[in-house]
T-cell receptor, first 113, second 111 residues
Framework: ETGVTQSPTHLIKTRGQQVTLRCSSQSGHNTVSWYQQALGQGPQFIFQYYREEENGRGNFPPRFSGLQFPNYSSELNVNALELDDSALYLC????????????FGSGTRLTVV | ELKVEQNPLFLSMQEGKNYTIYCNYSTTSDRLYWYRQDPGKSLESLFVLLSNGAVKQEGRLMASLDTKARLSTLHITAAVHDLSATYFCAVDRVNTDKLIFGTGTRLQVFP
């Protein structure tokens, strides 16, 4: 059984650029959720993908978008980066409505300068 | 809208002492989670509480859930330095699979 892996671990981008973050879900998990955690705060839900469809979205602008692939891995794309996008981005996989809890990846630390 | 509040936000405690972290949530929830986070690291799952009156213990940590009061507690017994971290509670509903996190409690245990 493999856990959730995220890449890259660290990233530095310039304001206005675009970034893609990747997440491989735990074996057998069909749901992937993305969270943004700013320094000193709790994680905030960005969106969730279930069987390649977006299945819920938090209070984030459209420049935050995502994909889920047939193998349940996922990407988070952020366009027109802003300084406030600097954060730890966490991916969590789960069994969807079957329950069973969430497995979090190690995160990607994004710094926008 | 589901909201989750934790207190205290910061907790500095001496080794060997006991203390409790509180987690209140605003509306009915299906599941309550406790996570630990070390600086710069990801979230480590500690407990999942599914029903009223649920109590789970692991080492020096014990979590409980009162769904009628919409309250969960994380009790620390005889604290040791290795417990220093930030602790988050979070709630979700089965049909949404969306976790709402509390503000976190930063725990520092000193000799």
């Amino acid at each position: 059984e493999t856990g959730v892996t995220q890449s890259p671990t660290h990233l530095i981008k310039t304001r206005g650029q675009q970034v893609t973050l990747r997440c491989s879900s735990q074996s057998g998990h069909n749901t992937v959720s993305w969270y943004q955690q700013a320094l000193g705060q709790g994680p905030q839900f960005i969106f969730q993908y279930y069987r390649e469809e977006e299945n819920g979205r938090g209070n984030f602008p459209p420049r935050f978008s995502g994909l889920q692939f047939p193998n349940y891995s996922s990407e988070l794309n952020v366009n027109a980066l802003e300084l406030d996008d600097s954060a730890l981005y966490l991916c969590a996989s789960s069994l969807g409505q079957a329950g069973g809890g969430y497995t979090f990846g190690s995160g990607t630390r994004l710094t926008v300068v | 809208e589901l909201k989750v509040e934790q207190n205290p936000l910061f907790l500095s405690m001496q080794e060997g002492k006991n203390y409790t972290i509180y987690c209140n949530y605003s509306t009915t929830s299906d599941r309550l989670y406790w996570y630990r986070q070390d600086p710069g690291k990801s979230l480590e799952s500690l407990f999942v509480l599914l029903s009223n009156g649920a109590v789970k213990q692991e080492g020096r940590l014990m979590a409980s859930l009162d769904t009628k009061a919409r309250l969960s507690t994380l009790h620390i017994t005889a604290a040791v330095h290795d417990l220093s971290a930030t602790y988050f509670c979070a709630v979700d509903r089965v049909n949404t699979d969306k976790l709402i996190f509390g503000t976190g409690t930063r725990l520092q245990v000193f000799p």
